[in-house]
């Protein structure tokens, strides 16, 4: 069992900065994707960055705002989210996936205001 929780998510105007954190604890284990989602109201969950290994991937609306990082001593996922936008807002949820086992975030609320 894996427990992820996120944190640092809130109101920000457009052009600011936040950095969401995803503290992880249980049977972490090795070579593991960890990942940020997000879905707006009425859209489904989409990727926004992923990264295993030092290797990382964003969706392309985030490419050169966002800046996905991990610490594995503190076993925790960043997101570190600059020139946010309007359609930035949705809820984030953190995702950790080892083999078969999938683990996901309770979320942390992202809200851009224009």
């Known amino acids: 069992q894996v427990q992820l929780v996120e944190s640092g998510g809130g109101l920000v105007q457009a052009g600011g900065s936040l950095r969401l954190s995803c503290a992880a604890s249980?049977?972490?284990?090795?070579?593991?994707?960890m990942a940020w989602y997000r879905q707006a109201p009425g859209k489904q969950r989409e990727l926004v960055a992923s990264?295993?290994?030092?290797?990382?991937n964003y969706e392309d609306s985030v490419k050169g705002r966002f800046t996905i990082s991990r610490d594995n001593a503190k076993n925790t996922l960043y997101l570190q989210m600059n020139s946010l936008k309007p359609e930035d807002t949705a809820i984030y949820y953190c995702?950790?996936?080892?083999?078969?086992?999938?683990?996901w975030g309770q979320g942390t609320q992202v809200t851009v205001s224009s």
């Open positions: 990264t295993i290994g030092g290797i990382t």
């Open positions: 249980g049977t972490i284990g090795s070579f593991y994707v």
């Open positions: 995702k950790y996936s080892r083999y078969r086992d999938v683990y």
